[in-house]
């Protein structure tokens, strides 16, 4: 990361960022981040004031409908309005507004735009590894980096309250957040960029941190559960029927449906993305995909900001007992 262009707002061409250009120095490094935090010091993130032509929180939402799919725009609200931390899952639009007028540094990143706490989560890597990481990016975009780590303090708080957990509660659980972000960003920068590269938070090593020791174990038996669990066994008798002895996903609305596509521009704009994902795939996972034929593909509503976006599921055969699911977000 070029912090000078950064905060700059210097666009830098792709040969300024080729191995061939000179390189700050570590010591460099330290002393931009240390001119830009006078710049936008730490103490200017202390307070947030609303801006008197605020944009209406509602007006925002309904911004944020358009152009999803308006029979889902009902199920949408309806998951907001369980309660106020499911409306901030919702409502990145909104935060992003209010934040439009924070402080920055002016260090802009490909930030998660979502980074509330659900959705970080534990899942499998191509490896099998189970690792703890960021789960969802389909609200990414460039900004400021300190908006990805708001939206994830303020998360705490309103996962506090939803649970009815006091204030010293909230803010003990938010300050531990933002002091384990500082100092693992802290450690980082220490280490070497093949080091940094290939960190990941492993979810064995993680629950061993757990001083709770039902808290530990309850961690414990979902990992193993999850680990023992198979598409062909789970998944597969529960979204997948058969009719005219062909495989199909079965229907389940309104979060599982088949798009009604009378003249083929849903199944031929599909198919085409389909093609152009695999041509992005390194050979060997390109080979493993081929062994399998796309049989069928269906609308499958998740989450809660993702409600009313082109969200599916894909079913693909390699043979009569042999399934592979693949989600696909807009």
């Known amino acids: 990361m070029d912090f000078g262009a950064a905060a700059d707002g210097v ?3 792709t040969e300024e960022h080729s191995a061939f250009a000179p390189h700050p120095t570590r010591a460099q490094l330290y002393a931009m981040g240390e001119a830009l935090r006078k710049k936008c010091p730490r103490s200017s993130h202390s307070s947030w004031k609303p801006l008197k032509r605020r944009a209406n929180p509602v007006q925002l939402v309904e911004e944020a409908d358009e152009g999803r799919i308006p029979k889902l725009v009902p199920l949408r609200h309806g998951r907001m309005l369980a309660s106020p931390f499911t409306f901030y899952r919702g409502a990145a639009l909104n935060m992003a507004a209010d934040l439009a007028t924070s402080p920055t540094t002016g260090i802009r990143v490909q930030a ?3 980074a509330h706490l659900v959705n970080f989560r534990g899942f499998a890597t191509p490896e099998r590894r189970i690792v703890f990481d960021i789960h969802d990016l389909d609200e990414t975009l460039p900004a400021p980096w300190e908006w990805d780590v708001k939206r994830l303090a303020t998360s705490f708080v309103l996962a506090c309250r939803d649970n009815d957990l006091d204030q010293d509660v909230a803010e003990g659980a938010v300050l531990t957040c933002i002091r384990s972000y500082r100092q693992h960003m802290a450690e980082y920068s220490d280490m070497s960029a093949l080091d940094v590269w290939y960190a990941s938070l492993e979810a064995g090593k993680l629950i061993a941190t757990i001083k709770d020791p039902a808290i530990r174990k309850r961690a414990e038996k979902r990992i193993a559960t999850e680990k023992a669990r198979s598409a062909l066994e789970h998944d597969f008798p529960e979204l997948v029927k058969t009719e005219e002895e062909k ?7 309104p979060t599982i449906y088949h798009w009604s596509d009378e003249d083929g521009e849903f199944d031929a704009a599909i198919r085409e993305g389909f093609a152009r994902y695999r041509d992005t795939l390194p050979d060997d996972r390109r080979f493993l995909l081929d062994r399998y034929e796309f049989k069928d593909i269906a ?4 989450g809660v900001g993702s409600v009313g976006t082109m969200c599916a599921v894909i079913l693909l055969m ?3 007992n042999d ?7 807009e």
């Open 318 to 320: 390699a043979g009569d």
């Open 112 to 114: 998660c735009g979502d």
């Open 247 to 253: 495989a199909v996903i079965r229907d389940s609305a």
């Open 11 to 13: 666009k830098t061409t």
């Open 323 to 329: 399934p592979l699911f693949l989600q696909l977000k």
């Open 299 to 302: 609308i499958k509503v998740v």
